[in-house]
C-alpha cells in the first residue's frame, strides 16, 4: 500500500507540473529591431561597409576638413577608392587558380600595377584642387596608419590565448 501511494504521489506531482508548465503558452515572438537598424539600412543602400566607414570617420578626423572642403573632398574619395577597388578585384581575378599560370598573367599583374599608380596619381592631382599639399600627404599617410592598425587587429583577433 506505501508503494503504491509513492507511485500516485510521484504521477499527480508529474501531472500538476506538467499542467503548470504548458499553462504558460508559449511566448509571442516580438519583432524588434536593433536600435541602429535605420542606421544599417542607409548604410546598405549607399554600400559602404562598416569598415569603408570608419576609414572614412578615420581620415576625416586627421584631416580636420572644413565644411567647404569635406563637401568636395569625400566625392572624390569615394570615387578614388571605387577606382582602386576594381583593379584590386580584376587583380585578385588573374591572380586566381582559375587563371592560367604564364607570361600573360604576368604582363596583367604589371598592367594591373601600374593602374594602381596611375590612378594614385590622378587622385592626386584631383585632391591638390580641393586642399593643400600637407592635407594630400596626410590622406595617404593616414590610410596607411589605418591599414596597418586594422591588419594589426585583425590578427590579435584570430591568435588564440594561451594561458
Do not use: H
Amino acid at each position: 500500500m506505501y508503494k503504491l501511494a509513492k507511485y500516485i504521489f510521484a504521477l499527480l506531482f508529474l501531472l500538476v507540473i506538467g499542467c503548470k508548465t504548458f499553462g504558460q503558452g508559449r511566448p509571442r515572438v516580438i519583432f524588434r529591431r536593433p536600435p541602429n537598424f535605420q542606421q544599417r539600412v542607409i548604410r546598405q543602400q549607399t554600400g559602404v561597409s562598416k569598415v569603408e566607414a570608419v576609414r572614412e570617420n578615420y581620415i576625416g578626423q586627421r584631416l580636420n576638413l572644413t565644411s567647404d572642403e569635406s563637401q568636395k573632398f569625400w566625392p572624390t574619395y569615394r570615387r578614388y577608392q571605387d577606382a582602386l577597388k576594381e583593379v584590386r578585384r580584376k587583380k585578385r581575378i588573374n591572380n586566381s587558380s582559375a587563371q592560367a599560370n604564364g607570361t600573360d598573367q604576368i604582363q596583367k599583374e604589371l598592367f594591373y600595377e601600374s593602374e594602381l599608380v596611375n590612378i594614385r596619381k590622378f587622385y592626386t592631382d584631383e585632391f591638390l584642387k580641393i586642399l593643400p599639399p600637407d592635407k594630400v600627404s596626410e590622406i595617404f599617410k593616414s590610410e596607411r596608419e589605418f591599414t596597418d592598425e586594422l591588419i594589426k587587429q585583425l590578427t590579435e583577433r584570430s591568435v588564440p590565448v594561451k594561458n
